[in-house]
Nanobody, 125 residues
Framework: QLVESGGGSVQAGGSLRLSCLAS???????????MGWFRQAPGKERERVASIASDGTTSYADSVKGRFTISRDNAKKTLYLQMSSLNPTDTAMYYC??????????????????WGQGTQVTVSS
C-alpha cells in the first residue's frame, strides 16, 4: 500500500529524492494521514527522519535538519523526501509510513500503521 522509490548510491555531498506512492485503503483519505520517513541502518534501531501532518506541519530529526525536506502531494498520493548534503551516516534503508489520521505526527515507529518495503540509500565517502 506504500511503495518507495528513488534510493541509490551517491557520494558524500550528493543529493537524492525519495518518493512514496500510496494505494489501497489509505488512498482515498490520504490527505488526512500523518506521513513519515524512517530509516534503519544495520544493527541499529529504526529512527524517524521526518514527518508531515495533514495540515502540512513538518518535523525533522536533529540529524537531518537543514539537509532534508519532507513534502507531500495529496493529489498524487505521494510523499517525498529531498535529501541533500548526504554523508555516510545517512546510509540506511529508508521507509515511508502512514500514521495518525487528522492528528499530530508521532516520532515513535509504533504510532505508524502502514509501511512500505523500503528503499536503500548508500552514501560513500
Amino acid at each position: 500500500q506504500l511503495v518507495e522509490s528513488g534510493g541509490g548510491s551517491v557520494q558524500a555531498g550528493g543529493s537524492l529524492r525519495l518518493s512514496c506512492l500510496a494505494s489501497g485503503n489509505i488512498y482515498s483519505a490520504y490527505s488526512g494521514y500523518c506521513m513519515g520517513w524512517f530509516r534503519q541502518a544495520p544493527g541499529k534501531e529504526r529512527e524517524r527522519v521526518a514527518s508531515i501532518a495533514s495540515d502540512g506541519t513538518t518535523s525533522y530529526a536533529d540529524s537531518v535538519k537543514g539537509r532534508f525536506t519532507i513534502s507531500r502531494d495529496n493529489a498524487k498520493k505521494t510523499l517525498y523526501l529531498q535529501m541533500s548534503s548526504l554523508n555516510p551516516t545517512d546510509t540506511a534503508m529508508y521507509y515511508c509510513a502512514a500514521g495518525a489520521y487528522r492528528s499530530l505526527c508521532g516520532t515513535w515507529s509504533g504510532e505508524y500503521h502502514t509501511w512500505g518495503q523500503g528503499t536503500q540509500v548508500t552514501v560513500s565517502s
